[in-house]
């Protein structure tokens, strides 16, 4: 099992930055992929960004790019996403997410997931 902590959510005034965290524990030696994913209300799950856990894959979702980075502290056993020029449209619930097996933007492809951690832009 990996169990999957998320931090550094908050509220954030629209252009500005926000880094947030996710710290893994446990069989993190299994993990071949992490991801982010957020959530608004009444909307679906959403890709933003996947990074490989050993090497120098990533991938964002179009509506981030070029605005957020994913990156990752193997050393840690963590994962960051630096998130700048935040818009209103990017207010939600922010999950990080692992798989043993799987690097892509499919949600239902990842075995592991945090509890989510609440990002609000105001604008």
């Known amino acids: 099992q990996v169990q999957l902590v998320e931090s550094g959510g908050g509220l954030v005034q629209a252009g500005g930055s926000l880094r947030l965290s996710c710290a893994a524990s446990g069989r993190t030696f299994s993990i071949y992929a992490m991801g982010w994913f957020r959530q608004a209300p009444g909307k679906e799950r959403e890709f933003v960004a996947t990074i490989s856990w050993s090497g120098p894959s990533t991938s964002y979702g179009d509506s981030v790019k070029g605005r957020f980075t994913i990156a990752r502290d193997n050393a840690k056993n963590t994962m960051y996403l630096q998130m700048n020029s935040l818009k209103a449209e990017d207010t939600a619930t922010y999950y990080c997410?692992?798989?043993?097996?799987?690097?892509?933007?499919?949600?239902?492809?990842?075995?592991?997931w945090g509890q989510g951690t609440q990002v609000t832009v105001s604008s």
């Open positions: 997410a692992a798989s043993r097996t799987y690097y892509g933007g499919s949600s239902g492809a990842y075995e592991y």
